[in-house]
Nanobody, 125 residues
Framework: QSQFVESGGGLVQPGGSLRLSCAAS????????IGWFRQAPGKEREGLFC????????NYSDSVKARFTVSRDNAKNTVYLQMNSLKLEDTAVYYC??????????????????WGQGTQVTVSS
C-alpha cells in the first residue's frame, strides 16, 4: 500500500529544534507536491506548507513560517520539515501527504492524501 512515512518527532523543550522527515513507501516522491500538516488534540488538521516537485514552497500558516522551513531531497525520496524555536502550541502529530503534481491553493487537508501514521511532536518544559 502506497503511503508516506513520517519520522523524527519527539519530546523537546520550548525553544528547541527538531527535523521531521517524510519518506514515500511504494512510489516515487520526486514528482509529487508534498504538504506538511499537523493535528493537535481536539483540533482539526492544520496545513503548514506545501513544497512542489521543483522545491517551490507554498506557505499555509503564518504561525510557523518564520520558524519552520521545508525542503526536499528527491535523490533520497524524502521531504523535510525543520522546526526551530519550538513553542508549547506546536505540540501535535505531524503528517505529510500529497496533493498530486501541484501544491493546492487551499490548505484544506481534504485536498491531500496518502497520509502516514504521523509523528508526535511534544514541546514541554
Amino acid at each position: 500500500q502506497s503511503q508516506f512515512v513520517e519520522s523524527g518527532g519527539g519530546l523537546v523543550q520550548p525553544g528547541g529544534s527538531l527535523r521531521l522527515s517524510c519518506a514515500a513507501s511504494g512510489f516515487d516522491l520526486d514528482v509529487l507536491a508534498i504538504g506538511w500538516f499537523r493535528q493537535a488534540p481536539g483540533k482539526e488538521r492544520e496545513g503548514l506548507f506545501c513544497i512542489s516537485p521543483s522545491g517551490v514552497v507554498t506557505n499555509y500558516s503564518d504561525s510557523v513560517k518564520a520558524r519552520f522551513t521545508v525542503s526536499r531531497d528527491n535523490a533520497k525520496n524524502t521531504v523535510y520539515l525543520q522546526m526551530n524555536s519550538l513553542k508549547l502550541e506546536d505540540t501535535a502529530v505531524y503528517y505529510c501527504g500529497t496533493g498530486g503534481f501541484y501544491c493546492r491553493s487551499t490548505r484544506s487537508p481534504t485536498e491531500y492524501e496518502y497520509w502516514g501514521q504521523g509523528t508526535q511532536v511534544t514541546v514541554s518544559s
